[in-house]
């Protein structure tokens, strides 16, 4: 299950751990296979350092799907990058980020870098640009499985044929000398896709994966994914700005705004009732089917602000039709929106204690 947690503390040096082992298989009983805790990230900018993200907490087991959601600058790749590690000099994290039990934010980069592609992967927004240019496509699949599992170039090649016929890249065996430029969006995305699944990773993130896709490729490269990651009993969390893309693909939500997650629900429990302003906000504004022609779509007013610009307190309190000015003194604690419902597995949380007021004056 996935579930919000309470937070800790943790430290953001990096230091070298003697119990490291990037090989570590299946979480120890009980362990979730993903765990993040209180992650805050502050980033330095032209205006000073930033705090970037403030507080994110969840957990998932293995074959679980959780999508986080919100508009651009709200932390979402933010939070995937920190989990991978690959956050810009000079950020500072605190909290903790566990993976099958290890600690990831104490190990160095070197530790960091057996763990990625080995044990956590990721998919990118535009293939194209995470592909590389001057090399055959078998080349950049076979990479991570003569790195990570000591393959020889004759049997990653034999393996990255196997991983291409498994995402359905039509004529798999004559595209393997290929290079990313001979292929669509979609082909490529597919390429991205195996590349991603060589090593068998425990959690998979797929960052929008597809945003640069016309609108039936993304329906079927979406499917394909979800359908490896049952098939394989990853962890799924998948970024993305689609309402109804969430909806056909993860169990579960995280809608983040200003570094924080706002309100997090199973997805059918979320599309039946949303709580905080900024969600209503968000799906008001989803265009729909049966929408009469000229119909306006709702839009939030004004704009996400500027992370140097982030009050102390709500994020949203500029947008927000019911804020008072104590919303951007204090950042509200997520609280459940059914009292009687706590269970950290599967209640439905939100962070405004006055969403109520909305709800009375819908
Ligand atoms: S009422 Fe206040 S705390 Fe709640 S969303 Fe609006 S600004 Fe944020």
């Known amino acids: 299950m996935i579930c919000l947690i309470p937070v800790c503390q943790g430290s953001a040096e990096r230091v070298a751990m003697s119990s490291f082992n990037p090989n570590a298989d299946q979480p120890l009983n009980n362990t979730p296979l993903l765990s993040v805790r209180d992650l805050r990230v502050s980033l330095q900018t032209a205006q000073g350092q930033v705090d970037a993200l403030r507080g994110v907490n969840f957990e998932m087991q293995r074959g679980e799907t959780l999508g986080l959601i919100g508009e651009s600058g709200c932390g979402k790749s933010l939070t995937a990058l920190a989990i991978m590690g690959l956050l810009p000099e000079r950020a500072q994290v605190l909290g903790s980020v566990q993976l099958n039990g290890a600690e990831l934010t104490t190990l160095s980069d070197a530790q960091l870098c ?12 535009e293939p194209m640009t995470a592909l590389n ?12 499985l003569q790195l990570h599992q000591g393959m020889s170039v004759t049997a990653a090649k034999a393996r990255a044929l196997e991983l291409l016929e498994r995402v359905q890249l039509p004529r798999a065996r004559e595209r393997l000398d290929a290079y990313p430029h001979q292929l669509s969006g979609g082909q490529r995305q597919r390429v991205m896709i195996s590349m991603a699944l060589a090593c068998q990773p425990d959690i998979l993130i797929a960052d929008e994966p597809t945003t640069a896709l016309d609108v039936t490729v993304q329906k079927e490269v979406l499917s394909l994914i979800r359908q490896l990651v049952s098939e394989d009993g990853m962890g799924l969390l998948l970024i993305s700005h689609d309402l109804g893309l969430m909806r056909e693909q993860v169990e579960r939500v995280m809608v983040m705004y200003g570094g924080t997650v706002v309100e997090s629900a199973n997805t059918q429990d979320l599309f039946e009732m949303r709580a905080h302003p900024y969600t209503r906000g968000l799906f008001a504004a989803r265009p729909r089917l049966g929408l009469k022609r000229g119909t306006r779509l709702q839009t939030i007013p004004g704009h996400v602000p500027e992370i140097f610009n982030w009050p102390q307190g709500c994020a949203f309190a500029e947008r927000c039709p019911i804020a008072v000015p104590s919303c951007a003194v204090v950042l509200p604690a997520l609280e459940p929106v059914r009292p009687t419902v706590t269970d950290p597995l599967t209640a439905h949380w939100v962070r405004c204690p006055i969403w109520q007021t909305l709800e009375a004056s819908a």
């Open 133 to 144: 240019p001057l090399h055959p496509i078998w080349k950049q699949i076979a990479e991570p």
């Open 114 to 125: 057996q763990m990625r592609g080995a044990r956590m992967a990721m998919i990118f927004q």
